[in-house]
């Protein structure tokens, strides 16, 4: 795949999202064991990301974004993510800070980013921060942001923070702690070199620190609280319900990428003490079918929840709590059939599987990192089922 052809498909040209992740594929693919060895995704291929318009597909068109609908988006994540699981998670993150600009006033995002917005940015919502009013009409920020990924490229970083008045966070009546999210330029704050892990290796998500930042009121955010501030359908989702569509194809392209490896070894590969391949394994045919099927059905559940979810923005409304957990709910399908997906293939494979340049390797560490995410935690099961049974839920979390 050669630079041209990357930049020859890209959302700014018309491009369908899953055709822009397809065309970036064959080298995302290739350079995998490169990304993963340096940490972070190199800087080259980011631009080409960058070029087709990756990291702009859900930010608002009032700042040259394209407002890419809930399941092209998926479905384009996912596309990447099968290409390699880092490159898919940074797109994901990496998409959130341009799209969470629609929770800005639109004069100051115009101000901040210009009218054609084009940044990287690293995003973590966890609440790591502490903001205190520093009496020229913004707060005095001191915090540490673990796992920023792609902030060895970034521009910029949204940041979470509780505001404290005092020794003692600020409370808002019927909401409790003031928690924000402040947009404030990478280079203002320290990275720290300490990712070392499992998997998702090349995602950089070092920790980020910052001390004694000054950041204008006008740029900080309360996105789980209040609604966005642009026009749109996509804007009627509400933040953590657009975090779960950012999120929910990274395991579903991890989880195709193992299955369909698996599927081309087996032709090939035999046991030891065996002379027929293993596809010819009745006890290996049905685990691989199991697991097919319960990822096709996943990916199912969760296209028909982001469509119902993306036909009532369409009309006007808001989705219904309901909708909301319901996507939640497949979101969580989603990743439990991946993991079972990666599982199967990973074991079915054999000792070979355990090298560290084998590609169900990486599906395997890739796909049980990325799980570990807030999002992804068993809670959402509870409140789905709270919701269900008529037990009132922190809504601010669907």
Not at 1 to 26: E, Y
Not at 182 to 206: C, H, K, M, Q
Request: proline share 7%; aromatic share 8%; charged share 20%.
């Amino acid at each position: 795949m050669t630079t041209a052809t990357c930049h020859a498909v890209g959302l700014s040209d018309g491009g369908r999202p899953t055709d822009v992740a397809r065309a970036l594929a064959p080298e995302i693919t290739r350079r995998a064991a490169e990304a993963e060895a340096l940490g972070t995704l190199p800087i080259d291929l980011v631009e080409r990301m960058r070029a087709a318009g990756v990291f702009r597909a859900v930010q608002p068109r009032s700042l040259g974004g394209f407002e890419v609908a809930p399941v092209d988006f998926i479905e384009m994540i996912e596309e990447l993510a099968r290409a390699d699981g880092s490159v898919g998670w940074v797109a994901a993150i990496g998409a959130g800070a341009p799209a969470f600009t629609a929770w800005l006033e639109p004069a100051v995002a115009t101000a901040l980013f210009g009218p054609n917005a084009d940044f990287l940015a690293a995003t973590v919502f966890a609440p790591t921060g502490r903001a205190v009013p520093d009496g020229d009409g913004g707060f005095g920020i001191d915090g540490r942001w673990p796992f920023a990924s792609g902030c060895r490229h970034a521009e910029w970083m949204l940041g979470g923070m509780f505001v404290f008045d005092g020794d003692a966070p600020r409370i808002i009546a019927e909401q409790g702690p003031d928690w924000r999210l402040a947009f404030f330029p990478r280079a203002e704050a320290e990275i720290v070199d300490n990712w070392d892990v499992l998997g998702l290796r090349a995602t950089g998500s070092n920790d980020v620190v910052a001390r004694g930042l000054h950041v204008a009121e006008e740029h900080t955010i309360s996105p789980f609280f209040r609604p966005a501030r642009q026009d749109g359908p996509l804007w009627r989702l509400p933040f953590f319900t657009l975090v779960g569509v950012g999120l929910v194809g990274v395991p579903l392209g991890i989880a195709r990428r193992a299955l369909d490896e698996f599927r081309e070894l087996a032709v090939t590969k035999t046991r030891a003490g065996t002379f027929e391949p293993l596809a010819q394994d009745p006890a290996a045919q049905v685990e691989f079918a199991r697991a097919e099927a319960g990822l096709r059905s996943a990916r199912a559940f969760v296209l028909d929840e982001a469509g119902g979810l993306w036909e009532a923005a369409r009309a006007g409304d808001p989705p219904s709590l309901q909708q909301r957990a319901g996507f939640q709910l497949a979101a969580q399908q989603a990743m439990r059939a991946a993991r079972h997906a990666v599982d199967t293939a990973f074991g079915l494979t054999g000792a070979g599987a355990v090298h560290a340049g084998h590609p169900l390797q990486r599906c395997f560490r890739d796909l049980h990192t990325a799980g570990q995410h807030v999002y992804f935690s068993p809670a959402a099961l509870k409140r789905y089922a709270g919701i269900r049974l008529g037990i009132p839920q922190p809504t601010h979390l669907m």
